[in-house]
């Protein structure tokens, strides 16, 4: 029962002149924020004016600007028709609940509302519903509501509630536009002068405007020539002097032979024209547009409304222009703004062009405000980072993450224990993800995560804390375990963890275990945690530890013995860290003894006997007892190491 | 009165035509009257005393159609010049919104002319209207007479024009300077109405 859109009629191929300016601003503002500028809108005219195409157009724009939307056109017979077809059917509330739940409801022709009581009151409660429910109405009449015969008071009132625009007869101007669009649609070609001396006769509509082309194409066609302005006018009866005359030499474009009796007035009329059309309608017409389409938008237009308030406004258009680049700034600074400091940016010197300096000022605060985020650390470059089958899951998830950041693995958690290189891949990530253009990547421990917090609430400057890592594009966090019991740092870091989520901002963190393992975690962020990927590192295998190690005696210049790194690769480690401390320790030995690296001697540090100082540095082997300088209670390594030599033999026996 | 309408489209415009006695306003009108196509204009009012000198004041409403989508209408008046007319031509004054100055280009009519224009400020004044404000036009009729008795218009710019108004020279008799007054003065009205009907 509804009428589909006719894709015809749309916005496009609508033209758009002096007479029907405002209406077609408004549809369009209707059909951008429909429910929220004008509503209900109501646009009448009189026959073959554009309504229906204009009522079309908003719903084709609607349509396009928001696809979900639910959008009906009906003429209101069709309306009427539906509606009588549904009590008939018992089916009353169903037909109304139907209509409430429409986004954009366009209804044609409500002229016909007249004597018709019973749909009046219908249409009533359903503009009032739509209303509520911020639903947008349109209606369409041959005039304005309070002409309508014999309709309600209470919806005359309703419907010039929102806006009433009518839209007037086409000036010659725009008559000549339109047949020119027309006649190129229906791929017709007139003599120069054909088209204006059609646009000249008067005709108050542009059905009749479109029958007039339509004889001239058709005569075109039939005989087979191109028509000529005088042929034109014959063929339509226009020109001729006397009735037409008069009327003819209103248009003075419409050329030399429409001029009435009485050239005197011809011109002043011309003037008069030309005046009016400067004066009242062009500069006008494009200041109203623009402060309506700017006061739509929530921004003061008041350097607008005063040009309406001079005489002779000069350079209009580069007082538009120059208002709407202020306004563009505005809203860059106003996004600027609201991703550092959400507060700041609701401020009304964003909405005020009259205030740009201000809104500049604000801005520039606010970027002070907000220094960067720590960065991640220049020493852990990913090419450094040694690849084996121990961490290739987690480095797999890492390039998936740097070749999308932010869609694929959001967050990406590492897991694994101490040493094992978390912090080198969580610190390269960050390198590779700061590459990015206007990349913030915060990056860092959650200690001092933790203690930025604290220090911001001691100097009550939490909000810019806050605002300097929402504005990160990503949030890369080490040790996350290190947040249990810290309520407060697990509040915020909540609340971030979302906000950059629904951003697509990256989020990356690593852990000792899992997170539903970590204890004091609160399980909103223990369940965010997992949600994303947990990529475990496990204990470094012989590739890794291979890897390492070339790289680190690759840094000490040192050929590098093969049987050493064979070796030292097929020792047990626990972690990188601890490959690393052994390989120090074989290191600081040769150092000591002036001679090469070689593998008896790494046998001899690591198996033999070896300084106290750099075995403590391998903290892989501790117990879990700490080490105190101080003495006390030692490790039980420790305690073995003070009779080395006894323990050497025993271990070398053993095996 | 709101003389630009954007709701019902239209757009009205009150020019009086005001002058001392015998200036030529009414010989305005009528030629204006003349050069109008029948389908314009409305019946030319004219309420005349026997020697035709006007009693109450002329009117002429002319339709200039449709002009950029507004239905454009003006309303010529004349008041009467003579002395003791001033409460009718204060009437007639009343939400005018343009003013044609029609003053007798004779040398002997200077004071006339003066105490016309003087009579014109007070009355608008009366009106709540500063003359400062108001679109005006002055016109030096009677151009056409000799030489000797006539100050040129750079003369009665001087004597008069001491704003710097638009001022025409003219002879109404024959419609020279009628239509050019008609323009200008149509020009500052409409320039006028178009700024000060602002939404």
């Known amino acids: ?655 | 009165m709101s003389l630009v309408n954007f709701t019902t489209r239209e757009i009205t415009c009150k020019i009086v035509y005001y002058g001392p006695g015998r200036s030529g306003k009414t010989t305005n009108l009528h030629y204006i009257y003349g050069r109008v196509p029948d389908s314009r204009r409305g019946r030319l009012v004219s309420l005349a005393t026997q020697t035709d000198r006007t009693l109450f004041f002329d009117f002429l409403p002319i339709d200039l159609g449709q002009i950029s989508g507004f239905s454009t209408r003006f309303q010529l008046y004349t008041v009467p010049g003579q002395v003791y007319y001033n409460a009718t031509r204060r009437l007639v004054l009343q939400g005018a919104d343009g003013v044609v100055f029609v003053g007798d280009s004779q040398a002997r009519q200077l004071d006339e002319n003066l105490e016309s224009l003087q009579n014109l400020q007070s009355n608008l004044l009366e009106h709540g209207v500063d003359i400062r404000t108001i679109p005006l036009v002055l016109q030096y009729n009677k151009q056409d007479l000799p030489r000797e008795l006539i100050l040129s218009a750079a003369d009665l710019d001087d004597a008069l024009n001491f704003r710097g108004v638009p001022s025409v020279s003219a002879d109404a008799l024959h419609g020279k300077g009628v239509f050019e007054t008609l323009k200008g003065i149509s020009e500052l009205v409409l320039k006028k109405l178009a700024a000060g009907t602002a939404a």
Not at chain 1, 111 to 126: G, H, I, P, V, Y
Not at chain 1, 200 to 214: Q, T
Not at chain 1, 305 to 325: G, M, N
Not at chain 1, 440 to 456: G, N, P
Request: proline share 5%; net charge negative; charged share 25%.
């Open chain 1, 1 to 655: 029962m509804t009428s589909a859109l006719n894709p015809k009629y749309s916005f496009d191929t609508f033209v758009v002149g002096a007479a029907n300016r405002l209406a077609v601003t408004a549809g369009r503002t209707v059909a951008e924020n429909p429910g929220a500028a004008y509503n209900p809108l109501f646009i009448y005219s009189g026959s073959g004016l554009g309504k229906t195409h204009l009522l079309m157009a908003v719903g084709h724009a609607a349509k396009k600007a928001a696809p979900a939307l639910n959008i009906e056109y009906l003429t209101l017979d069709e309306y009427v028709e539906a509606f009588h077809a549904a009590i008939a059917a018992g089916q009353g509330d169903a037909f109304r609940r139907r209509f409430q739940n429409v986004d954009v409801l366009l209804v044609d022709d409500v002229q016909f509302l007249t004597n018709r009581k019973e749909m009046q009151s219908e249409l009533l409660r359903l503009t009032e519903a739509l209303q509520v429910g911020g639903h947008q109405i349109v209606l369409t009449s041959d005039r304005p509501p309070p002409e309508i015969a014999d309709l309600d008071e209470r919806l005359i009132s309703r419907l010039s509630g929102g806006l009433v625009v009518d839209i007037g007869a086409p000036d010659y101007e725009t008559r000549v536009a339109i047949l020119r669009r027309k006649a190129e649609e229906r791929g017709a070609k007139f003599e120069p002068g054909v088209l204006e001396t059609v646009a000249g006769a008067e005709s108050g509509n542009v059905r009749e405007l479109m029958g007039a082309l339509n004889r001239l194409v058709a005569f075109q066609a039939v005989n087979d020539r191109s028509i000529n302005a005088e042929t034109a006018k014959q063929l339509l009866g226009i020109g001729s002097e006397g009735a037409d005359g008069g009327k003819a030499a209103a248009r003075q474009g419409a050329g030399p032979g429409a001029r009435g009796p009485g050239d005197e007035f011809g011109d002043f009329l011309a003037d008069v024209t030309v005046t009016v059309g400067k004066a009242v309608e062009a500069w006008r017409a494009r200041v109203g547009e623009a402060v309506l389409r700017w006061e739509g938008e929530g921004y003061r237009t008041r350097r607008l409304e005063a040009l309406l308030e001079r005489d002779t406004p000069s350079a209009v258009d580069e007082v538009i222009a120059s208002f709407t680049q202020d306004v563009e700034r505005l809203k860059e600074l106003e996004a600027e703004v609201a991703e550092l400091d959400p507060q700041a940016a609701g401020q009304s010197v964003f909405r005020d062009p009259e205030r740009l300096g201000e809104a500049e000022e604000v801005a520039t605060k606010v970027r002070d405000g907000a220094a960067p985020p720590p960065g991640p650390s220049a020493a852990f470059p990913l090419a450094a980072y040694a690849v084996g089958p121990s961490n290739e899951v987690a480095v797999g998830a890492a390039r998936a993450v740097l070749k999308q950041p932010g869609k694929k693995y959001n967050p990406l958690v590492l897991v694994g224990k101490s040493g094992l290189g978390k912090t080198h891949l969580l610190n390269a990530i960050g390198l590779e993800l700061a590459r990015g253009k206007r990349a913030v990547v915060a990056c860092l421990s959650t200690q001092a995560f933790v203690d930025e917090l604290i220090a911001a609430i001691d100097g009550d400057r939490v909000d810019w804390w806050r605002a300097r890592y929402r504005r990160a594009t990503a949030l890369l966090l080490d040790d996350i375990h290190l947040i249990a019991g810290k309520e407060r740092t697990q509040e915020e870091l909540f609340n971030l963890f979302n906000l950059l989520q629904d951003k697509e901002r990256q989020l990356v963190f690593t852990a000792p275990a899992p997170p539903h393992a970590l204890p004091g975690l609160e399980e909103r962020i223990a369940s965010r945690l997992a949600g994303g990927l947990v990529a475990e590192i496990t204990e470094p295998d012989r590739e890794v530890k291979r890897a390492v190690l070339e790289r680190l005696l690759g840094q000490q210049n040192a050929s590098p013995d093969p049987a050493l790194v064979d070796y030292l690769a097929d020792r047990p480690a626990e972690s990188v860290r601890g490959l690393v401390g052994e390989l120090q320790r074989v290191v600081g030995a040769a150092a000591a003894q002036d001679g090469p690296l070689t593998a008896g001697l790494a046998r001899e540090v690591l198996e033999g006997q070896a300084p106290r100082d750099s075995r403590r540095s391998a903290g892989f082997r501790t117990s879990g007892i700490v080490v105190s300088s101080l003495g006390g209670i030692k490790s039980r390594e420790k305690i073995v190491w003070d009779w080395s030599d006894v323990a050497d033999r025993v271990i070398e026996e053993f095996r």
